[in-house]
C-alpha cells in the first residue's frame, strides 16, 4: 500500500503535534540545536495546529491511516514581502515519523505535484542557517538560496525552488 497526501483531519492533531515533540527529543539526544534551541512548541503550541488545520492548511502524509509526516501550506507569509507578487506555497513546520527514512522527501515531492496542479509558481521555506546538512539538502533538491530570515533566538536561509 502507498502512501496517502491529503489535508489532516481534526482528530489527528494530537498525533501530528506528537511528531514534533519526538522531533525536538531526537534533536536533543542527537546534538542538533535547533526547534529545540528556539522554544518551538511554545512558538507553535497545538493550538496553533489546531487552527491550521480550520483553515485547510494543515497536511499529512499517512500511510495504512498511520500519520507519519506533517506540513502547514500558506500562500502568503510576512517574512517574504518582497516576494509577494508571485504565487508560492509557503512550506512551514514539516516534521517526519522517525523511524520513516525519505517521509520528508515524499511531502516535498506531494506538496510540488499539489502546487503545479494549482498553477502556483514557486515553493519556499527557510532552514536553520547552521543547519549544514538540511542547506545542502535543500540545494540539491532545486531550493536556492535567496536571503535570511531571523525569528526571535532562530536565524534561517530563506530557499525557493521555481516551479515548471
Known amino acids: 500500500m502507498g502512501y496517502d497526501f491529503r489535508l489532516a483531519k481534526n482528530n489527528e492533531i494530537d498525533t501530528i503535534f506528537s511528531l ?7 534533536m536533543d539526544k542527537s546534538g542538533i540545536q535547533q526547534w529545540n534551541m528556539t522554544n518551538y512548541l ?22 495504512e491511516d498511520v500519520v507519519i509526516g506533517a506540513v502547514v501550506l500558506i500562500q502568503s507569509d510576512e517574512c517574504w514581502p518582497q516576494m ?3 504565487t508560492a506555497y ?5 516534521v517526519t515519523e522517525l523511524s520513516v527514512k ?12 499539489m502546487a ?8 519556499r521555506l527557510d532552514c536553520a542557517v ?19 530570515c531571523k525569528e526571535g533566538a532562530y536565524i534561517g536561509n530563506k530557499r525557493e525552488k521555481e516551479l515548471h
Open 20 to 26: 514534533y515533540k519526538k522531533r525536538i527529543q531526537w
Open 42 to 63: 511554545e512558538v507553535y503550541p497545538i493550538s496553533y495546529y489546531a487552527d491550521r488545520q480550520r483553515l485547510g492548511e494543515l497536511y499529512v502524509l499517512s500511510k
Open 84 to 86: 509577494a507578487d508571485s
Open 90 to 94: 509557503y512550506v512551514h513546520n514539516l
Open 102 to 113: 525519505g517521509a520528508g522527501k515524499i511531502i516535498l515531492s506531494e506538496v510540488e505535484k
Open 116 to 123: 503545479i496542479s494549482k498553477g502556483i509558481q514557486f515553493l
Open 130 to 148: 547552521d543547519n549544514k546538512f538540511l542547506n545542502e539538502y535543500y540545494e540539491s533538491i532545486g531550493y536556492k538560496m535567496v536571503g535570511c
